[in-house]
């Protein structure tokens, strides 16, 4: 089984995909669409939607994981993000995908062993699971941060078909 985690982001959206493998997830592909800051919001949504549908259709994942929204102190960027991961949603429902949903802290916690864990920390830990190189992205890192966490999972809350 494939699972695609991605981490949201409206100047940069992270991607990762494991292969389910008991007892360790294998590492498969990862990165980052940059959709670029002078686009407008539309823009940047249609970027994001053209080269996650390339990788879903490129790979065809069976599963997506996408980071709970979280508080956030701007209003507009969580507007912002909202979008995006509308846009995400979507896109797993429309490639027949299960979806689900898991918070920071419990993707953190389960990947680090401690929930408020930093993002190097979880970089650092998903190099080593994973079996990687070490990685320039932190949403990349994320991303596969939340599929390494569902692959791991076993009664993952799922959100949406």
Do not use: N
């Given at each position: 089984m494939l699972i695609m985690g991605v981490d949201p982001g409206t100047v940069a959206?992270?991607?990762?995909?494991v292969r389910k493998n008991n007892p360790s997830p294998?590492?498969?592909a990862g990165g980052v669409i940059r959709p670029g800051t002078?686009?407008?919001?539309?823009?940047k949504l249609l970027s994001i939607h053209a080269g996650l549908d390339k990788i879903i259709r490129e790979f065809q994942p069976s599963?997506?994981?996408v980071e709970s929204l979280f508080h956030a102190v701007n209003s507009q960027s969580l507007i912002k993000l909202?979008?995006?991961?509308?846009v995400i949603l979507l896109l797993g429902a429309l490639h027949g995908m299960d979806v689900f949903e898991y918070s920071p802290l419990e993707i953190k916690r389960g990947i680090t062993g401690y929930g408020h864990a930093d993002k190097s920390q979880v970089m650092f830990m998903i190099q080593k699971i994973l079996h990687v190189p070490p990685?320039?992205?932190?949403?990349?890192?994320?991303a596969l941060a939340m599929a390494t966490y569902h692959a791991h999972s076993r009664l993952p809350q799922k959100v949406a078909k």
């Open positions: 959206t992270g991607y990762g995909i294998l590492f498969v002078k686009k407008v919001q539309a823009e599963v997506m994981v909202g979008q995006v991961r509308g990685l320039k992205s932190f949403d990349q890192a994320d």
